[in-house]
C-alpha cells in the first residue's frame, strides 16, 4: 500500500493513494472539530469518486460528461437549482452544468482573470453575510485543501437554497458568477517573475445612510455613483 502523509491543525492523515481513505492519524494538540472531520471526509470522497472513475491519480478528471456550455438566455427564465436530496454529507454537489457554465463565463469575457483552475460546486446551504444572504463565494485553497482539489487554485460555490428561494433567473446565475470570478487576482513580481494569486475585495463599499447623510464622501463610494450613473445611461443588454 502506498500511503502519502499531511499534518493540518495538529492533525497527522495517513492517506491510501490507491483508494482515497483515511489509513491512519494522529493527534499532537488536540482532537479538532467534528467540522474538520467532516471536510476530510468530504474531500476524501469526492477524491475517491474521481480516481475510481480516473483510474489513475495523475490522469485528468474525466468523471463529469463534458459538453456545450448550456445556453441560458435572458428571457427571465429561473435558473434550476439541484435538488437538495442530491448534495453529500459536507453540503456540496458537483454539477458539470455549473462547471460548464462557470467556464464559458470566463471565457466570454477577457477583463476576467484566466489565471488559475477552479473547482465549482453548488452549496447546499449558503447562509448570511451579515443581513445579507450569501449567493456564492470564491476562495483561494491552499495547503490540505489544494491537495484534495488535486491542484485547483480557487473554489467557487453558489447557494443552491438561495437561488431557488430568490427565484433567480438565469441572467442573475450569470451575475452571481461573474461578480465571484471578478475577486480572482493574479500578480507576478517583476524581479523573481513568481505568479501569486490571491482573493481581492471589491471595487466599492458603503451603505445607504451613509450616502444620505455624507453623499459620496470616498473613492470608493464615487465609483459606485459613477457606476449606477452609467448604469442608468446604459441599458443592460436584453433589457427594454
Known amino acids: 500500500m502506498v500511503s502519502e502523509t499531511v499534518v493540518v491543525d495538529g492533525l497527522t492523515v495517513h492517506i491510501n493513494r490507491g ?4 489509513v491512519g492519524h494522529g493527534v499532537s494538540d488536540e482532537e479538532p472539530a467534528e467540522s474538520f472531520h467532516r471536510e476530510i471526509r468530504g474531500l476524501l470522497a469526492d477524491g475517491a469518486r474521481r480516481r475510481a472513475d480516473d483510474g489513475a491519480d495523475d490522469e485528468p478528471d474525466v468523471d463529469a460528461p463534458r459538453g456545450p456550455a448550456p ?18 454529507d459536507a453540503g456540496f454537489y458537483r454539477d458539470p452544468r455549473l462547471e460548464d457554465l462557470g467556464e464559458a463565463i470566463r471565457a466570454d469575457f477577457p477583463e476576467l482573470s484566466q489565471v488559475g483552475n477552479i473547482v465549482w460546486r453548488w452549496k447546499k ?4 453575510a451579515g443581513p445579507t444572504p450569501r449567493l456564492a463565494k470564491v476562495q483561494l485553497l491552499s495547503g490540505i485543501s489544494q491537495h484534495f482539489a488535486r491542484g485547483a487554485d480557487y473554489l467557487l460555490w453558489v447557494a443552491a437554497d438561495h437561488v431557488a428561494e430568490q427565484k433567480l433567473t438565469n441572467r442573475q446565475l450569470r451575475a452571481v ?9 493574479a500578480e507576478r513580481d517583476e524581479e523573481t517573475l513568481v505568479l501569486t494569486l490571491s482573493v481581492r475585495g471589491p471595487d466599492f463599499v458603503g451603505f445607504h445612510r451613509e450616502l444620505d447623510r455624507f453623499g459620496a464622501w470616498s473613492e470608493s463610494l464615487e465609483a459606485m455613483v459613477d457606476a449606477a450613473d452609467l448604469q442608468r445611461q446604459m441599458p443592460l443588454p436584453g433589457v427594454s
Open 71 to 88: 445556453e441560458l438566455p435572458d428571457d427571465g427564465a429561473t435558473a434550476d437549482a439541484p435538488d437538495p436530496t442530491l448534495f453529500d
Open 19 to 22: 483508494t482515497g481513505e483515511i
Open 125 to 128: 446551504k449558503g447562509g448570511k
Open 177 to 185: 458568477i461573474y461578480h465571484q470570478l471578478c475577486h480572482l487576482h
